[in-house]
């Protein structure tokens, strides 16, 4: 599909709806699948803005209400607390405004919990705290206090440089990344969560080869360059046919005849670009 061809399917699906639909909603009654919005836009909240729907998934214009009764109602169909691409999935709404409300997607359950618990919600979404309560045993804060297994026992503590404190949002990565090594690093934190297997980082390009999870116990090799933003490609004069996707921090070429991955989309911290 063309680029103006998605976003037609979109309004047309948004006036037929009356809302702007979900992307799981436009997979039933569509043909638009999500490789034509990567293929455009990067992402479905980007193809939503272009289309002129974009309003709505702003954090400030949503009020809490709202976003509870979303995720505790897909939280109650799914019978388990959802993850980032399960919320997507049935969600009108992306993960971005309970992470910029929240600071962190691991921290939503609870929060919908404290708000449940302030307005004396109990009885009436007591099977939606189960999930979180059950969630809350099995996650990291019930092993707290044991040193994992699965990381490098510490040293000694050094004397000649100062101490820290937890980060209070914990991440591999504190900050946003200012460059492409940033965006390598980043990437390597959250590929297995977007469905990547990585098997080669090169320096030449393209900068990484991958396989990516196109089904149930299938995959498909596909390979990636990273950017810090995705119109640095143009500017290295990289040629398209030798590449299957870009994986950057700041989406910019809304024409981009990839893939893109903008990870500042996928960890929630979208910002007008300036």
């Not at 974009?54 to 979303?70: D, K, Q, S, V």
């Not at 949002?169 to 200012?178: F, G, K, R, W, Y």
């Amino acid at each position: 599909m063309t680029r103006e061809e998605v976003l037609t399917t979109i309004r047309d699906m948004a006036e037929k709806l009356g809302h702007p639909p979900t992307f799981a909603e436009l997979e039933v009654m569509t043909k638009l699948r999500r490789r034509a919005i990567r293929k455009h836009f990067g992402s479905y909240t980007w193809a939503l803005r272009e289309a002129g729907l974009g309003n709505r998934y702003h954090a400030n214009l949503i009020p809490t209400e709202e976003l509870f009764m979303e995720w505790a109602g897909i939280a109650r169909r799914l019978k388990k607390v959802p993850s980032m691409k399960e919320f997507e999935e049935a969600s009108q709404y992306t993960v971005g405004p309970y992470q910029r409300r929240f600071r962190h997607w691991t921290s939503v359950p609870e929060a919908m919990a404290d708000y449940v618990r302030k307005r004396a919600l109990d009885h009436e979404w007591q099977d939606v705290l189960a999930l979180i309560r059950e969630r809350s045993q099995e996650g990291p804060l019930a092993t707290a206090q044991q040193w994992p297994a699965n990381k490098v026992q510490p040293l000694a503590m050094r004397s000649d440089r100062p101490v820290y404190g937890p980060a209070m949002a914990p991440s591999a990565l504190v900050h946003e990344p200012i460059n492409e090594m940033g965006v390598v690093f980043l990437f390597g934190t959250v590929a297995e969560r977007l469905g990547f297997m990585v098997t080669l980082v090169q320096a030449e390009f393209p900068d990484c080869e991958a396989l990516r999870e196109v089904g149930p116990r299938r995959w498909q090799r596909v390979r990636i360059e990273f950017e810090y933003e995705s119109r640095n490609f143009l500017r290295h004069d990289h040629a398209v046919a030798q590449c299957d996707m870009i994986v950057c921090w700041v989406h910019n070429w809304p024409e981009c005849p990839l893939e893109v991955v903008e990870l500042r989309e996928v960890i929630g911290r979208s910002r007008v670009i300036g």
